[in-house]
């Protein structure tokens, strides 16, 4: 079997430090706790996994405001334990993807510190995007550029003998002041950061916020009355998917492309956090010479409706094969609500409850949304290409969608007004043990945000073994897509009725794979003399496939 460019059919596994496994007991995930428990992941069959960020960080945006780009936060270890961590993670054959975060610094970074003491137009402000403000006396924000946790993207300093000075940009909380990569120093220092994680042994990044590095030049002001959510186009705004991030990628393939190993093929590999449309856009970014990957986030935001489903795959392939680039597929991760909940709702197109989920809001069905999570990801996981698979979800665990509002943390609850609760929902610590403190989640009671009861009856040890578990099922898919090598097949449309998704895809070894799955309909028959390989659910042997359900057969 070719290992040639693992990742053009790699599944990776994110992590997320805070909420994996506690080792010390503090109620936070730690990097002792995730090494631990790596053997889970051999287990299941991933190739990867990617941890979102462990740097130095005040944590007001859960990591994602790095203070220090070449260190590991006390709350999660040492450097030392990420050295143990990658080590051990390499023992299993699972490489390690680590997160950069390039647009933004935390305020806590000793540049932001230096450009608040300096003086306006010094070269300690050009490393980030200081403005003067508007109207008479500056007290006007620079443009009309929002935040996306809700808000103004700009905030006004206060100068060192304490009257109102200029302005800097923050496109996320106003703790993440964006950088100027105008500024030649902006772009060496990244580099240099790779390469610090690069030569401790991280097979690779995944680039947090990728398409906003480059803003528009003069700072225009984005379309009025226009939802960026809403766009046709990204590049319309003037902070999005401007011409000149791809320079950039091309700097950092050369980065990567040079720790090859003489005689194999590169395989540190960069993937790209851009939510970018048109689909051609996106598609930039994997250019030969670019990134060895971006999230695909359209079959993410895709409803449960066959037509829509089929269409939004069908698009994501085609739109890479210019670059005969591998398509990513995702179903969760630590931005959007976990899909055994999203799917728990009638699928109404558009709608897509990005915005977290409360006590008082309409709840889920968590009986569907688990059906449909399990179908969802048996369909995924056939489709041609890398996989990326949120932490819990193999788990089939919902969304904490009864957290109380006092013991949120994601900034966008508060930026918002409350009028968005957040992302909290999809974080809340991973149960190992159904019947310890925190489920196992750490040695203590102790978690940074509530457990729902019901993960405890989800937990790995309820599931480990047993016949139709979530857990069980994962563990399956995984098995028979290395065997099959059908991450690198192609795939070919088959029409079994409106309701249902239906396609085939080529195997490495032997005959091709038929992917069903029935999307909302009466039951659909399965063809006579198939071999059922694996299902989401139950099937009837009489009627064939159940509502919600999905399953792989053989077409011999
Ligand atoms: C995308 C990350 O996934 C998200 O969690 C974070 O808040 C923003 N980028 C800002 O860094």
């Given amino acids: 079997m070719s290992q040639q460019q693992w990742w053009r059919d790699a599944v990776i596994y994110q992590i997320y430090p805070r909420s994996w496994a506690d080792h010390d007991g503090d109620g936070m995930g730690d990097l ?34 790095v203070a220090d780009y070449r260190d590991v936060d006390p709350r999660f270890g040492t450097l030392a334990d990420f050295d143990a961590m990658t080590a051990k993670a390499h023992e299993l054959g699972l490489r390690v993807i680590v997160d950069i975060v390039p647009n933004h610094s935390s305020s806590d970074h000793p540049w932001f510190q230096e450009a608040l003491a300096a ?40 100068d060192p003998d304490g009257s109102p000075g200029q302005w800097y940009l923050h496109l996320f909380d106003v703790s993440q002041p964006d950088f100027d990569w105008t500024n030649a120093e902006v772009g060496d220092e990244m580099e240099s950061v790779l390469r610090f994680w690069l030569d401790r042994g991280a097979d690779g990044f995944r680039i947090d916020v990728a398409h906003g590095l480059v803003k528009v030049a003069g700072l225009p002001d984005a ?16 902070m ?26 590169a395989d540190r590999i960069l993937c790209a956090e851009a939510w970018v449309r048109p689909s051609e856009s996106l598609a930039l970014y994997v250019r030969e010479g670019e990134l060895h990957q971006s999230f695909n986030f359209s079959f993410l935001m895709s409803p449960w409706i066959a037509t829509e489903m089929q ?17 990513t597929w995702v179903l969760s991760n630590h931005d959007v ?45 056939a489709l041609p290409g890398s996989a ?37 929902g999809c974080r809340v610590p991973v149960p190992w043990e159904g019947d310890a403190p925190s489920y196992g989640f750490g040695p203590t009671e102790s978690s940074w945000l509530p457990q729902p009861e019901v993960y405890g009856e989800l937990a790995v040890d309820r599931q480990a073994g047993v016949e139709g578990s979530t857990l069980e099922l994962y563990r399956a898919l995984l098995r028979l897509r290395r065997e099959h090598r059908v991450g690198r097949g192609e795939l070919t449309w088959r029409d079994l009725g409106e309701h249902a998704l239906a396609f085939e895809v080529t195997s490495e070894s032997g005959p091709g ?33 159940p509502i919600d359900t999905a399953v792989w057969l053989t077409t011999s």
């Fill in 513 to 545: 794979i038929l992917v069903i799955a029935n999307v909302g309909g009466e039951f659909v028959a399965l063809p006579e003399g198939s071999e059922i390989l694996v299902a989401s659910g139950p099937i009837d042997t009489e009627q064939g496939l």
């Fill in 223 to 238: 379309p009025a009355g226009h939802e960026i959510a809403d766009a046709v186009r990204t590049a319309d705004f003037p």
């Fill in 32 to 65: 002792p706790g995730i090494t631990a428990r790596l053997p889970h992941l051999a287990g299941l069959g991933v190739d990867a996994v990617w941890l979102s960020p462990f740097y130095t960080s005040p944590q007001h945006d859960a990591g994602y405001d």
């Fill in 337 to 381: 609500v976990r899909h055994a909940s999203r799917l728990g709702y009638d699928p109404v197109p558009g709608l897509l409850r990005m915005e977290g989920i409360g006590a008082d809001d309409p709840q889920p069905d968590a009986e569907v949304g688990l059906r449909r999570a399990r179908a969802a990801t048996t369909v995924m996981l």
């Fill in 119 to 158: 003086e306006p137009g010094s070269p300690e402000r050009a490393r980030y995007m200081f403005r003067d403000g508007g109207g008479p006396n500056g007290d006007e924000a620079p443009n009309n550029w929002v935040s996306n946790f809700g808000g103004p993207a700009w905030e006004r300093v206060t």
């Fill in 388 to 424: 990326y698979l949120y932490q819990g979800e193999e788990l089939g665990l919902p969304d904490a969608t009864q957290l109380p509002d006092d013991v949120r943390q994601d900034p966008t609850w508060e930026k918002s007004g409350h009028t968005s609760r957040g992302r909290d």
């Fill in 240 to 265: 999005w998917d401007q011409p000149g991030v791809h320079d950039i990628y091309w700097r950092w393939r050369k980065v990567t492309d040079s720790y090859a190993v003489e005689g194999q093929d």
């Fill in 311 to 327: 269409q939004v795959i069908q698009e994501s392939l085609e739109a890479v094969e210019a670059y005969a680039a591998p398509q």
